[in-house]
């Protein structure tokens, strides 16, 4: 029950959750675009603080995205140590220049190139990462296949994103009920037991999820089969919002942080990276 | 126009591809319009199979061999599309959970709506106004996990009306419901039949449930065949339903051991046209012959329960100071709504949940600190759906698998799995895949895998749901002989009949609280209590009631003994 807890779309009532899912989507991909595009620690910095600044104003609680956070920065963090052990000289081939900070070795010597491309690649992620859980957490799962639709995607195709979210919690469940009817016939899901052991033991648990989950999904394409699902090709959704004003003034900032992405890296700094040492 | 033809069958016969033998054999059957029929029948009867020829399931999601002609308003249906036929027959599944598709009450109400591109101004409108209808349209934005088994039917219910559909099927509508709100559910079902004019078809083998309100024809069916097809004073006063395996009203059973002659003009379809001035005297003196000695149980307590308190957070109390006695070797029944506290203490004897304060005993020795695979030496556990439990492919190893978790050595357990076996008429079986067995034979083996640890109490969650009547009695005469043989058995059921038949004593549950313990047969008759745990009253008291008996308690467990004797 608490785990499933995780994944529940909760209504709130405030300008982000107010704007249209198909506004949030396609903002999601255009400032996510625009982070991905720019090696400039400047602006990534910037519109990672922005989007913290929208996650406050959505209302979502850092005590909701905690486990998030933490997978998140583990990350980040191995990420990071990862990078400079397997190419430790690549900031130098980047922006053409060496400027030594410390040295272990000949070949792992970290150098303020290094350094600033490895700090820019984090910051990357780390501002990208509440874009994402922004989009996650605060849009209708129905409204969001209705914004795929929209935005050509088949609604076939789309529809089944909503009907898993649907049916996750579910899921878990009987997962749950199934894993301590085990436990009382003796399967030990403990760390007590042997990893090789629990393994074992999960799939015994499997076993009948399946079974049952099966029989639900015969359940759901009768019962979409009778209402008429699949009948012509186009379909409407309850659950989308009609576009406002200022649906259309989120898209276009999002779409000028995109742009300011795009100039930055054309006009200023004449590549998609900010080069300081130059 | 009342006449109309609106369904016809004539010479029908359907087969699945993948099945030998047809399933419905040459059904001839004329339903006009306005006319509100019940189709009974055994589970493989064939009567959920009729059911899915009119709503277009078949031929067009499940595939098959159709023989002879099916017209539904004016059209064969094999030459429409389960799409057209849906704009005609508008169906609510049995399972109120699983044929829940939105997200939120709205949203799947208007799930039909949506896949006809209906704009989204007037899609509320219809939504609000459908919802309305069954009395959901202040939860238009309640998700499903809010919902009750019963609201969800509701708003299933809505999804269909928000077409005008002029067939309404409803399949299995009781199934999943509790007692009180399958007669809510009965008495929905009609309301909306004559204010909106519709035909109703409910499939359902419940039938003293659904006779709360009145049928036209009722149609019962058995291997695929129509057997009978007739009003409800007809079939009542013809005793065709038991040899089929559908249970006859409990009043009907009274009014057979009074050697009453029941005839259609003492109309015994249904318990309120009951002529009673001509049936009264026999009954009286029936009733006035029947000596009852209520069971006093002497024997020791096995399961004793000490203010026991639990909550899954500081805001809600889930068990809020229960004390019980169980004794060794009875069978007994623990009932109330969803969300009384029922599953949380079978929860808590199982120690899959740790209680906040109080104590539970087993044979006098307290169970705090017991693991929950130590408990299960003590007390067994058997889910609802036995697909829920059962993870080994074949019959001998889902038996064997408790004992061989514990390290037993295989001598031992294959002794142990042929006993475990032989008592529940299992050996047969032994070298079959679990794949080949039927749901009553897959309840068996999740009892005996049960079983197996010999445990001295095992708790069952609901073990008949869904289960017609010849299988909810395999299954029941099982429990109780292994009842004799000294197992002690606790049921969390909603079942009325089965507290009634196979039960001492039972304990109502209501939000939380144990608020009485006591004979079936007294619990059944006081509509208070049975008010508070979504219980009905039995239609034995009522039929005491009417005839003027006075200890309509009495009554009821006079039966009951002296069907217990017939049956032995």
Redesign the interface.
């Known amino acids: 029950?608490m785990k499933s807890k995780l994944f529940?779309?909760v209504?709130k009532d405030n300008i982000i959750y107010n704007l249209t899912g198909f506004t949030k989507f396609i903002c999601f991909i255009l400032l996510s675009a625009s982070v991905m595009f720019s090696y400039d620690i400047r602006f990534i910095i910037g519109v990672g603080t922005i989007s913290f600044i929208i996650l406050r104003v959505a209302d979502i609680r850092l005590k909701r995205i905690r486990m998030m956070l933490i997978y998140v920065s583990v990350f980040i963090i191995l990420n990071f140590v990862l990078t400079f052990i397997f190419s430790p000289r690549y900031g130098e081939t980047l922006y053409g220049s060496f400027h030594p900070i410390f040295s272990f070795s000949e070949h792992y010597t970290l150098s303020y190139e290094q350094l600033l491309y490895q700090l820019t690649k984090s910051a990357k992620y780390a501002s990208a990462i509440p874009i994402g859980i922004l989009f996650f957490l605060a849009t209708?799962?129905?409204e969001f296949a209705a914004s795929l639709n929209k935005a050509g995607l088949s609604y076939k195709a789309a529809y089944p994103v909503?009907?898993t979210?649907?049916y996750f919690?579910?899921m878990i469940r009987?997962y749950n009920?199934?894993a301590?009817?085990?436990?009382?016939?003796?399967?030990?899901l403990s760390k007590k037991e042997k990893f090789m052991t629990r393994v074992k033991n999960t799939?015994?648990?499997c076993?009948?999820l399946i079974?049952?989950t099966l029989?639900?999904i015969e359940?759901?394409?009768?019962?979409?089969?009778?209402?008429?699902?699949?009948?012509?090709r186009?379909?409407?959704?309850?659950?989308?919002k009609?576009m406002a004003t200022r649906d259309w003034i989120a898209i276009i900032l999002c779409f000028l942080v995109l742009s300011t992405s795009i100039l930055l890296s054309v006009f200023i700094n004449h590549s998609r990276f900010w080069n300081p040492f130059s | 126009m009342k006449n109309d033809p609106i369904i016809e069958f004539k010479d029908f016969s359907f087969q699945y591809y993948a099945q030998a033998e047809p399933t419905l054999h040459n059904i001839n059957l004329t339903i006009h319009k306005g006319e509100k029929i019940l189709i009974a029948g055994a589970s493989g009867s064939g009567k959920s199979t009729l059911g899915n020829c009119i709503?277009?399931?078949i031929p067009?999601?499940m595939k098959g061999e159709i023989q002879g002609s099916l017209i539904v308003n004016g059209k064969e249906t094999r030459d429409q599309s389960?799409?057209e036929l849906?704009?005609t027959v508008g169906?609510v599944?049995q399972?109120p959970?699983?044929?829940?598709?939105?997200?939120?009450a709205?949203?799947d109400i208007?799930?039909?709506?949506?896949?006809?591109?209906?704009?989204?101004g007037s899609?509320?409108e219809i939504?609000h106004k459908a919802a309305a209808i069954v009395g959901m349209d202040k939860l238009l934005?309640s998700?499903?996990?809010e919902l009750s088994g019963g609201q969800k039917q509701r708003v299933s219910f809505a999804?269909?009306m928000v077409h005008d559909v002029d067939i309404l099927l409803f399949d299995e509508p009781l199934a999943s419901l509790d007692p009180l709100t399958g007669k809510t559910a009965i008495d929905l079902i009609d309301k909306i039949k004559n204010q909106y004019d519709k035909t109703v078809i409910i499939i359902e083998h419940r039938l003293e449930d659904v006779l709360y309100r009145d049928v036209d024809r009722i149609v019962v069916m058995s291997d695929g065949r129509i057997v009978a097809d007739m009003t409800p004073d007809q079939i009542m006063s013809r005793s065709i339903l038991p040899p089929l395996g559908i249970r006859e009203p409990l009043y009907i059973g009274a009014l057979r051991a009074a050697k009453v002659t029941i005839t259609e003009d003492i109309h015994p379809g249904r318990l309120e046209t009951l002529y009673i001035a001509k049936v009264k005297d026999r009954l009286k003196a029936w009733n006035a012959a029947q000596v009852t000695q209520p069971e006093e149980n002497k024997r020791p307590p096995i399961l004793e329960i000490e203010h026991l308190n639990f909550s899954?957070s500081r805001r809600r109390k889930i068990i809020k100071d229960v004390s019980m006695k169980i004794h060794q070797g009875e069978m007994v029944a623990i009932v109330g709504t969803n969300g009384a506290g029922k599953s949380t203490l079978a929860?808590l004897l199982?120690?899959?949940v740790k209680e906040d304060s109080g104590r539970i005993l087993l044979d006098g020795k307290d169970m705090a600190g017991l693991s929950?695979?130590e408990?299960?030496a003590y007390i067994?556990?058997v889910?609802q759906?036995p697909?829920?439990?059962?993870?080994?492919p074949m019959i001998y190893d889902e038996i064997a698998?408790?004992l061989r978790?514990?390290g037993v050595d295989e001598e031992t357990i294959a002794a142990r799995v042929d006993e475990t076996m032989k008592i529940c008429s299992l050996s047969p079986f032994r070298k079959w895949p679990i794949s080949a067995l039927s749901f009553g034979q897959k309840k068996r083996v999740t009892i005996a895998?049960?079983l197996v640890?010999n445990p001295k109490v095992i708790i069952l969650d609901e073990p008949t749901a869904g289960q017609d009547y010849r299988r909810y009695t395999e299954i029941m005469e099982f429990l109780r002989s292994l009842n004799q043989l000294g197992v002690t058995i606790i049921m969390i059921t909603h079942d009325m009949h089965l507290m009634l038949e196979y039960t001492t004593r039972a304990f109502v549950f209501s939000d939380g609280m144990m608020i009485k313990e006591g004979r079936p047969s007294e619990i059944l008759s006081d509509i208070e209590i049975s008010d508070r745990a979504s219980l009905k009253v039995t239609s034995l008291y009522e039929l005491a009631q009417k005839a003027g008996i006075e200890d309509g308690e009495g009554f009821v467990l006079s039966f009951i003994q002296r069907d217990k004797e017939v049956a032995l």
């Open positions: 029950m529940d779309y209504e209708n799962p129905s909503s009907l979210l649907r919690p579910e009987n009920d199934i301590l009817a085990q436990q009382s016939r003796g399967l030990d799939v015994n648990i076993f009948p079974l049952v029989d639900r359940i759901v394409t009768n019962a979409m089969d009778l209402r008429g699902f699949g009948k012509s186009r379909r409407t959704w309850y659950s989308a009609p | 709503n277009g399931l067009f999601s389960i799409f849906s704009s169906t599944l399972d959970d699983g044929q829940f598709i939105g997200l939120s709205g949203e208007a799930f039909a709506l949506e896949n006809e591109c209906t704009p989204e899609m509320k939504v934005s998700a499903p996990q999804g269909v899954y929860k199982c120690g899959f929950i695979k408990r299960s067994g556990y889910m759906n697909n829920q439990m059962i993870c080994k698998l408790g978790l514990r895998s049960i640890m």
